[in-house]
């Protein structure tokens, strides 16, 4: 599981996604993405080496906003063992424009916990067995 918190301020009050990705010299382009990358890809990559987008966009600037939190399940991206990079970014280009991120965190489930009939069980036949043995 991937967490995180992120603001994303727009005080251009307009988002506009450029089809040139995340060139900031590239017409009006106003935007937060939140991507995981291929090991390979370059930092700056919005083609093939974007393995899955997980933010993409801006929210209008308001004084009281703040953190939002966010939760991904990203099991089935990085289920292939190997190197994989996580990218905050922005193209800003039309007015100013607010990004943070905080409390960043990527947890490896446990696998799963068996059902107490299971357990019940498996004590009932290590049991069993103990008081056979010593009853030979």
Do not use: C
């Not at 308001?62 to 991904?72: C, Q, V």
Request: net charge negative; proline share 4%.
């Amino acid at each position: 599981m991937l967490n995180f918190q992120l603001f994303v301020n727009n005080w251009a009050m307009e988002e506009t996604v450029n089809p040139a990705g995340l060139d900031y010299t590239a017409g009006p382009n106003e935007f937060a993405s939140v991507d995981i990358l291929s090991g390979s890809a370059d930092a700056l990559d919005t083609g093939a080496g974007v393995l899955v987008n997980l933010y993409l966009g801006a929210e209008p600037a308001t004084l009281a906003s703040g953190f939002a939190s966010y939760s991904f399940d990203i099991t089935s991206v990085v289920s292939t063992p190997g190197m994989y990079q996580l990218r905050f970014a922005e193209a800003d280009n039309e007015g100013y424009f607010n990004m943070g991120v905080d409390n960043v965190s990527i947890t490896l489930g446990t696998g799963s916990v068996p059902e107490p009939t299971t357990l019940a069980l498996v004590g009932f036949g290590a049991l069993g067995y103990i008081l056979f043995r010593r009853r030979k």
